[in-house]
């Protein structure tokens, strides 16, 4: 069964408190991505995992980092939230080559107060 | 930035009826995915269309890619209810490294 798991699906967090999102798949793919989405904005793409410790930085990287020490699983760490950081959250993973279709995870709101 | 994005935001049409969404890109792409997301869910893949293939067809689907002119289109024949979604087109990109780059997406209401 293809799947990307994302834990926890909502989420509310108080200003400076740590977050942490967490996704796994069962495809065996190289590849992971964090995004987030916001109204009339689409995707943004946080940060791309090529594998295991080999992260890069999307569009939007600043006040996130992540975390990739086994294939099947990408986290994202969000060190003293803030309000700004109000979302939902898309994990997706995909194989390492063009051309491919990419797999989406059911996301996370998360709402920082 | 964004390097695919949708002309219009949001269309709402009858049942039955044909619908066309657009998607213009600014830099060189060799495939557009096409992507579905319902209320409350992830996107998922409806088409993937690659530079050699110009149209591609899938039920009552339709996509074309025009790389002259950087522009693809998604067409949906008779729409029903269950169409309603937010579709997104996305290019590759690969200057540096590769990812897939959204467009802001067109919300379609297919009332009954």
């Known amino acids: 069964d293809m799947k990307v798991t994302q834990m926890p699906r909502y989420l509310i967090k108080r200003m400076g408190e740590n977050v942490l999102l967490e996704c796994g798949q069962d495809?065996?793919?190289?590849?992971m991505y964090w995004y987030r989405q916001d109204p009339g904005l689409g995707l943004q793409l946080i940060y791309i995992?090529?594998?295991?410790?080999?992260?890069s930085e999307g569009d939007i990287p600043k006040g996130y980092r992540v975390s990739r020490k086994k294939r099947e699983h990408f986290s994202l760490i969000l060190d003293s939230a803030k309000t700004n950081q109000t979302s939902v959250y898309f994990c997706?993973?995909?194989?390492?080559?063009?051309?491919?279709?990419?797999?989406f995870g059911k996301g996370t709101r998360l709402t920082v107060v | 930035s964004q390097w695919g994005e949708e002309n219009l935001q949001a269309l709402s049409i009858q049942e039955g009826e044909d619908v066309t969404m657009n998607c213009s890109y600014k830099?060189?792409?060799?495939?557009v995915h096409w992507y579905r997301q319902d209320s409350g869910r992830g996107p998922a893949l409806i088409i993937l269309?690659?530079?050699?293939?110009r149209e591609k067809r899938s039920g009552r689907l339709r996509a074309t890619l025009d790389t002259s002119s950087q522009s693809s289109s998604l067409s949906i024949t008779a729409a029903q209810c269950e169409d309603t979604a937010v579709y997104f087109c996305?290019?590759?990109?690969?200057?540096?490294?590769?990812?897939?780059?959204f467009g802001s997406g067109t919300q379609l209401t297919v009332m009954p």
């Open positions: 997706a993973s995909s194989f390492l080559f063009a051309n491919t279709e990419v797999f």
């Open positions: 495809m065996s793919h190289e590849t």
């Open positions: 995992s090529y594998d295991v410790d080999s992260n």
């Open positions: 830099t060189y792409t060799t495939v």
């Open positions: 269309i690659r530079s050699n293939e």
């Open positions: 996305a290019t590759e990109a690969s200057s540096g490294s590769w990812q897939l780059i």
